[in-house]
């Protein structure tokens, strides 16, 4: 969920995200200048070089609906394109319905050169119709999608809202979702999710903005792995400037749509403090991509008030080791062994080069480079700005995977 208020020609491409279990015993992470000792020693991981970056146009239009709040990114292999996400919920965003983005993205070992937008896709309800927006009832919250290599049908996840009478001029309690789809956004089915997952107007279950927020397949596309961006109620205190906080990371079974297993994961404290001290401050989970069996990337973004930009970290996790722990009701600091979690890139390294760091939200591999490595796409949400800004904007960026 987004922290604040909120030329032409095809490329080659290749299948490279959900054969990385065969392909990733080399791969991965860190850029341009020389890294801090911190930043080194994840095993089987090799160097992440900066392509480039290109920046979408602020409010730019497809095919009528307004371009922005780019939460989730996958690449096609067999449209050659990227899927993209928008997570506009709101009224007072634009009008525009829940959608997906089609965009070919085009690069190479020279440089990041272009974004080509195809198409807008709404998202539909069963009956055909759009999806209502803020402040009407169920409106969803986009923030992931993924493409389904053997079927070509996608899977998009909404974390819901929770508004409560104290909070707002009327009670909005909707409820998260992980959805399987055709391409032309008509759902197919909804994976069952347990109680935990439930929205509640009293202090339980999930806190607003903090379910689900991260999305991959695992490597042999037989689960789906949701994260949640940060902690329930029951889990312990968001993450604040002091300290730092408890997410759940869930796999769920493809196949029958279930809850299969779950780990804990350790998220930082907000890596800066508010101005003023009371000013807004978060820290959480973005993004998911799996590496290989048990690994995962993770983007974990942090913002407090009167910060420049966004502080964002991509991490390895290893579920490795870690307990199940689905079926505790409470996490607590020390009571659980949490997935290993490891810092692969400070995106502040690249802020110069970048002219600062975006609300990064999205993930994807991208298709083989000429010289055979593999590339990787992160995009961001601009949080639907009322104004161009540097800080919030689509920024994408294209790093080359080097062994």
């Not at 009571?335 to 995106?347: E, T, Y």
Request: hydrophobic share 40%; net charge negative.
């Amino acid at each position: 969920m987004t922290p604040l208020a909120r030329p032409r020609r095809s490329l080659p491409a290749s299948d490279f995200a959900q054969r990385l279990a065969l392909g990733l015993a080399c791969l991965l992470a860190l850029a341009g200048c020389a890294a801090p000792q911190r930043d080194e020693g994840v095993p089987g991981v090799g160097t992440l070089h900066l392509i480039g970056q290109q920046q979408l146009p602020w409010r730019m239009t497809v095919q009528g609906t307004t371009v922005g709040g780019l939460s989730g990114i996958d690449h096609d292999p067999a449209r050659q394109a990227f899927l993209m996400i928008s997570d506009d919920r709101s009224a007072r965003d634009t009008p525009d319905p829940a959608r997906l983005y089609w965009a070919r993205l085009h690069y190479d070992l020279q440089g990041f050169h272009a974004v080509e937008m195809l198409s807008s896709v709404p998202l539909r309800q069963a009956d055909g119709s759009t999806h209502a927006k803020l402040p009407e009832a169920d409106a969803p919250d986009p923030e992931g999608v993924r493409i389904d290599r053997a079927t070509g049908h996608l899977v998009w996840i909404s974390e819901g809202d929770r508004v409560t009478a104290a909070e707002g001029p009327a009670e909005s309690l909707v409820q998260p979702f992980i959805r399987e789809a055709r391409q032309d956004g008509h759902p197919l089915r909804d994976y069952e999710l347990p109680a935990m997952f439930r929205i509640q107007a009293q202090a339980a279950g999930p806190r607003r903005n903090a379910v689900f927020e991260g999305l991959s397949f695992s490597a042999d596309g037989r689960e789906l792995a949701v994260m949640m961006e940060g902690p329930r109620f029951e889990d312990g205190p968001a993450p604040s400037p002091g300290q730092g906080g408890l997410a759940r990371l869930s796999f769920f079974d493809r196949a029958s749509g279930r809850l299969l297993r779950q780990h804990a994961v350790e998220l930082d404290p907000v890596r800066s403090a508010p101005s003023p001290p009371a000013g807004f401050s978060v820290n959480g989970a973005t993004e998911i991509l799996a590496l290989d069996a048990t690994r995962y990337l993770m983007l974990e973004r942090s913002y407090a008030a009167g910060d420049v930009d966004y502080r964002v970290q991509l991490h390895v996790i290893d579920t490795r080791g870690a307990d199940e722990v689905q079926d505790r009701p409470r996490l607590v600091p020390g009571g659980q062994v949490p997935v290993r979690k490891h810092l692969l890139l400070d995106f502040d390294r690249l802020r110069g080069r970048l002219g600062g760091i975006a609300n990064l939200e999205g993930l994807s591999w991208g298709p083989r480079l000429a010289n055979g490595h593999a590339s990787l796409v992160v995009v961001a949400d601009d949080n639907f700005t009322p104004r161009p800004s540097a800080r919030d904007r689509n920024q994408i960026l294209v790093f080359e995977l080097r062994p």
